[in-house]
């Protein structure tokens, strides 16, 4: 049980990290003359955990979501997360995707989706395959309802063939019939020239009529396969679709008890069947040197055994930093055994400093540092004039209305959450509030200016500015659940609101190096300071 009252995880230099992801182009030799190359690699998560129309909720999809996006992320993929979104937007999500990152061959597109299946069967003997989306109706209660607002995994297959990338993957974890790939079991092929040509791949968590447990075994697999070399049938530190695909069925029907059987196959195309995906496993090859490491740094105020993935590294005293060197980038689990006990799962990534601070007092509320009752977290703050701040993020799980960008903890921990208008009026901790636009003038007005009045106020409130507010560039959360701008843009709701529908905030710009107030939808979903009563 964890009972440390606070844990803030930081890595370092994790945005220029991620910027490279996914457009750093890699090839794969598969003989003296002949290599396949990825220019760009390029992922689309869609999960539907939240449904609004009779099907049960899976509140497991959103962790899914976090480690399959995670995962891709060690493999080099860009990736975008979107989640509880209606038939209309997933349209809208799957053709943006297609323009933006599906129009050069040599690409890599993998598409994942969490959420329900289901297949429908026909007067006619036909089995019609369906993704569900957030607003779908049951079809045993509302048949036309639920054809309106599904989609036929028909319409993916025209996904499928809109692209001009060479190769694509589908994933989904979910469960309907397969007709529009081949499901023939075959012996994985090894790496020959026939994997670069072209193909569409799909792969499914079970068959129609099954029921897949919110708990997600073929998750757990799909990320096992990516992090291990247990799904690499050649020992040859690549892994393909098929290969993949072969790994999910065997393991998930052993892991289920015969209870769920993935299917995979490759499309009933007479081009587009030829070629497989390729991930690559071998850290040698992935990374251009040797050095493929993170680095864990702790600080503990807790005594006791360090464990680093259930294996003792050393024991630890109170107040003590420790750094761990040469650590394998992925997800580690971390224990401190002692009088009082703390464990956690952290991300390493490649390259970068991993800081996990482990505080087990309990602060008063001081000049520095404020305790939010509710969960524990401290937050510094900042006192400028005859104001108090918070010189941190807001990063309270309050449920509906409150979300982490991308839907990733780490995101939470680095930039914290982002609220709803109506969640952030009241998700301030006793004693703050969420500030009036006019509390926001005064501050800007005493750190400078700003909107073309003495515009100073913008150098002072980012991080390393005179005023430590600590100002982080978040971004922001659309009203359907798409991310945008995080590290560029950030947005700080105000209390005032300018209509029934909108309401005002304060908006810092890394492009324009400025500090305006914009108004904004009250389902956007922006960062919360708050400040002192």
């Given at each position: ?17 991620s ?36 099907w049960n ?19 080099g993929f ?12 997933i349209?809208?999500?799957f053709?943006?995707?297609?323009n933006r ?18 297949t ?7 089995h ?7 607003n ?8 036309a ?7 036929e ?11 001009k ?5 589908f ?9 529009m790939?081949?499901?023939e ?7 020959s020239?026939k ?10 968590s ?19 396969a ?9 020992r ?6 098929t290969?993949l ?6 393991n998930?029907?052993?892991i289920?008890r ?9 499309i ?8 497989d ?5 071998s ?8 050095s493929i490491?993170?680095?864990i740094?702790?600080?503990s105020?807790i ?11 050393q ?11 040469k650590?394998?980038?992925g997800?580690h ?17 490649e ?16 000049n520095?540092w404020?305790?939010?009752s509710?969960?524990g977290?401290?937050?510094?703050t ?6 108090i ?13 409150s ?5 990733s ?21 006793e ?5 009036k ?8 007005k ?6 073309g ?24 959360r ?8 995080i590290?560029f843009?950030?947005?700080f ?14 908006s810092l710009?890394?492009?324009g ?14 960062s919360?300071r708050?400040?002192?009563?």
């Amino acid at each position: 049980m964890k009972k440390s009252l606070l844990i803030l995880m930081v890595v370092q230099g994790i945005w220029g990290y991620s910027q490279k992801l996914g457009f750093e182009p890699f090839y794969i030799q598969i003989d003296k003359k002949n290599k396949i190359t990825y220019v760009q690699s390029h992922a689309l998560i869609i999960g539907i955990s939240e449904y609004s129309n009779g099907w049960n909720e899976l509140p497991g999809v959103k962790t899914d979501v976090k480690e399959v996006k995670n995962v891709l992320k060690l493999h080099g993929f860009n990736v975008e997360v979107y989640e509880n979104l209606n038939k209309e937007y997933i349209d809208r999500v799957f053709s943006n995707f297609i323009n933006r990152y599906g129009q050069n061959e040599h690409n890599r597109l993998l598409f994942y989706f969490a959420g329900h299946g289901y297949t429908l069967k026909t007067p006619y003997g036909d089995h019609l395959a369906y993704i569900v989306p957030k607003n779908a109706p049951l079809p045993k209660s509302d048949l036309a309802g639920f054809q309106a607002t599904a989609i036929e995994t028909t319409q993916i297959e025209i996904y499928a063939k809109q692209i001009k990338s060479k190769h694509v993957l589908f994933v989904f974890d979910a469960c309907f019939s397969g007709a529009m790939f081949t499901t023939e079991r075959t012996v994985p092929d090894a790496l020959s020239l026939k994997t670069a040509g072209p193909v569409r791949e799909f792969i499914t968590s079970g068959s129609e009529n099954e029921n897949v447990p919110d708990k997600s075994i073929f998750r757990d697999q799909f990320v096992q396969a990516l992090t291990t070399k247990n799904a690499d049938l050649y020992r040859d530190d690549y892994l393909t679709g098929t290969e993949l695909g072969e790994f999910l069925q065997t393991n998930v029907v052993n892991i289920s008890r015969n209870k769920q059987h993935p299917q995979y196959g490759k499309i009933s195309h007479k081009v587009l069947n030829k070629g497989d995906f390729v991930f690559i496993l071998s850290d040698s090859i992935f990374h251009k040197d040797n050095s493929i490491y993170g680095t864990i740094r702790l600080k503990s105020k807790i005594s006791g055994d360090l464990y680093l993935d259930k294996r003792k590294i050393q024991s630890i005293s109170a107040n003590s930093v420790l750094v761990l060197k040469k650590i394998n980038p992925g997800r580690h689990f971390i224990e401190v055994k002692g009088k009082k006990i703390w464990e956690d799962t952290i991300w390493v990534y490649e390259k970068k400093l991993t800081q996990v601070l482990i505080f087990d007092e309990i602060y008063q509320n001081s000049n520095y540092w404020m305790v939010d009752s509710r969960d524990g977290k401290i937050y510094s703050t900042v006192q400028v004039k005859n104001q108090i701040w918070m010189a941190d993020n807001l990063n309270y799980d309050a449920g509906e209305g409150s979300y982490c960008y991308d839907d990733s903890l780490l995101n939470g921990n680095l930039y914290g959450r982002l609220y709803t208008w109506k969640m952030a009026k009241k998700v301030c901790p006793e004693g703050w509030h969420l500030p009036k636009k006019s509390e926001w003038d005064k501050l800007l007005k005493n750190l400078g200016g700003y909107e073309g009045i003495n515009d100073f106020a913008f150098s002072q409130m980012v991080i390393g500015g005179g005023a430590d507010f600590n100002a982080v560039f978040g971004g922001f959360r659309y009203s359907f659940g798409a991310y945008d701008y995080i590290g560029f843009h950030t947005g700080f709701w105000s209390d005032t609101k300018f209509n029934n529908d909108i309401a005002q905030y304060c908006s810092l710009s890394k492009y324009g190096q400025n500090v305006t107030f914009q108004n904004g939808h009250k389902q956007l979903s922006l960062s919360v300071r708050c400040i002192n009563d």
